[in-house]
């Protein structure tokens, strides 16, 4: 199975399956001498990972990454990398293949296990193998490293719609991200997000969402047109993430209902010397360039697949049948997406950093 590697010069490879006995990946082309702990990254993987509260799936994984290579103690006692690859690994712990064992020889809707079994002609039943969200893991390790190649940038995501149910703007406020198990900046919207998804969780159903993340201090001139532009890069990664259908950078599809006008970002010069933008419609990017505004992109999370109500589908064989998935599964998938979209933006900005360090040296 190819098309495991994300990157150009900062380079991640996953590798592992949900059911295995771990998963990781390896980063290849991080610079040397970056201080950086195993503790530092493990903040990211709690942040992602399952079984903190009834709205996330209850398989019990602490997550706990291990640097296998690529870093050394100095002489003062400070843990650096060294320019080689970084291995991280994150052991399974609480897998549990015997919940799917019902389901081995037959396809659940809206899943891939069709597709993976007409590609490769096998396919992992045991939560998926590698196209379970678990796999994410690896990306939010990666993630906490790329963060220390660009320690001047502040990446921060948030769900800002659950289901057709959106956030007020107007509430947002930053600290009540982790005040709720939603990564939720509208204190009014999270605490209706609560027993509106409790319903669908004792239901046995499921939601999906719109996740936010925003990149700050993002110095001008990342990017390179036209097959290089931030946006798309920004836009792969996003739609790389499990159960992503649909990203947006800046205004997105609200600017196809815009006047020119409108969506123009006006500028006036800063008291800094530098161009202050009197809004953001672009996101940040424009002509596949870094504008110096804040970096915005949304995605759109699908509802989780595995449900308690039974859905039409057919076996390997052909037999028709319905399918009703057990095991333990995320009622809204998106919630912990956060803390993964905010991984790929930091890896994404981390490679265009070092891309243009490249072209055009340090600025």
Same mark, same amino acid.
């Given at each position: 199975?190819?098309?495991?590697?994300?990157?150009?010069?900062?380079?991640?490879?996953?590798?592992?399956?949900?059911?295995?006995?771990?998963?990781?990946?390896?980063?290849d082309?991080?610079?040397?001498?970056?201080?950086?702990?195993?503790?530092?990254?493990?903040?990211?993987?709690d942040?992602?990972?399952?079984?903190?509260?009834?709205?996330?799936?209850?398989?019990?994984?602490?997550?706990?990454?291990?640097?296998?290579?690529?870093?050394?103690?100095?002489?003062?006692?400070?843990?650096?990398?060294?320019?080689?690859?970084?291995?991280?690994?994150?052991?399974?712990?609480?897998?549990?293949?015997?919940?799917?064992?019902?389901?081995?020889?037959?396809?659940?809707?809206?899943?891939?296990?069709?597709t993976y079994?007409?590609?490769?002609?096998?396919r992992?039943?045991?939560?998926?193998?590698?196209?379970?969200?678990?796999?994410?893991?690896?990306?939010?390790?990666?993630?906490?490293l790329?963060?220390?190649?660009?320690?001047?940038?502040?990446?921060?995501?948030?769900?800002?719609?659950?289901?057709p149910?959106?956030?007020?703007?107007?509430n947002?406020?930053?600290?009540?991200i982790?005040?709720?198990?939603?990564?939720?900046?509208?204190?009014?919207? =999270?605490?209706? *997000?609560?027993?509106?998804?409790?319903g669908?969780?004792? #239901?046995?159903? +499921? &939601?999906g $969402? /719109?996740?936010? %993340?925003?990149?700050?201090?993002?110095?001008v001139?990342?990017? =390179?047109?036209l *097959?290089?532009?931030?946006?798309?890069?920004l836009?792969? #990664?996003?739609? +790389? &993430?499990? $159960? /992503?259908?649909? %990203?947006?950078?800046?205004?997105?599809?609200?600017?196809?209902?815009?006047?020119g006008?409108?969506?123009?970002?006006?500028m006036?010069?800063? #008291?800094?010397?530098?161009?202050?933008?009197?809004?953001?419609?672009?996101?940040?990017?424009?002509?596949?360039?870094?504008?110096?505004?804040?970096?915005?992109?949304?995605?759109a999370?699908?509802?989780?697949?595995?449900?308690?109500?039974?859905?039409?589908?057919?076996?390997?064989?052909?037999?028709?049948?319905?399918?009703m998935?057990?095991?333990?599964h995320?009622?809204c998938v998106?919630?912990?997406?956060?803390p993964?979209?905010e991984?790929?933006?930091?890896?994404?900005l981390?490679?265009?950093?070092?891309r243009?360090?490249?072209?055009?040296?340090?600025?």
């Open positions: 199975m190819s098309h495991n590697t994300f990157g150009h010069l900062f380079r991640v490879t996953t590798w592992g399956e949900s059911h295995g006995p771990a998963l990781g990946c390896v980063v082309g991080c610079p040397p001498l970056l201080p950086i702990t195993a503790e530092e990254i493990q903040v990211y993987l942040q992602r990972k399952p079984g903190q509260n009834k709205f996330t799936t209850q398989r019990r994984e602490p997550d706990q990454v291990k640097i296998l290579s690529g870093v050394m103690v100095d002489e003062e006692g400070v843990q650096r990398t060294t320019g080689t690859p970084v291995s991280l690994m994150i052991e399974n712990t609480d897998q549990r293949s015997k919940d799917y064992s019902e389901i081995k020889e037959r396809y659940r809707p809206g899943h891939a296990d069709y079994d007409a590609k490769y002609g096998i992992d039943y045991r939560g998926g193998g590698r196209s379970s969200a678990r796999e994410t893991a690896a990306r939010v390790a990666a993630g906490g790329a963060r220390k190649v660009i320690p001047n940038i502040r990446v921060r995501g948030a769900l800002v719609q659950m289901g149910h959106k956030i007020n703007r107007d947002w406020d930053w600290n009540e982790h005040n709720n198990p939603f990564f939720c900046p509208d204190k009014e919207a =999270a605490a209706f *997000y609560e027993e509106y998804l409790d669908l969780r004792k #239901a046995g159903s +499921s &939601i $969402a /719109v996740i936010e %993340v925003i990149a700050e201090n993002v110095p001139g990342l990017g =390179a047109p *097959y290089g532009k931030m946006d798309q890069d836009a792969s #990664a996003m739609m +790389s &993430i499990n $159960a /992503v259908k649909g %990203v947006e950078i800046g205004n997105g599809f609200e600017a196809a209902c815009l006047t006008e409108e969506n123009a970002d006006e006036r010069m800063g #008291a800094n010397g530098k161009p202050d933008f009197l809004s953001n419609q672009a996101g940040g990017v424009l002509g596949g360039i870094s504008s110096g505004a804040p970096l915005v992109v949304r995605f999370v699908k509802p989780t697949s595995s449900i308690l109500t039974p859905r039409k589908s057919i076996t390997r064989s052909g037999e028709e049948v319905d399918v998935t057990k095991g333990r995320d009622p998106g919630i912990r997406a956060v993964v979209g991984a790929m933006m930091a890896c994404v981390a490679d265009h950093v070092l243009d360090r490249g072209q055009c040296g340090e600025r």
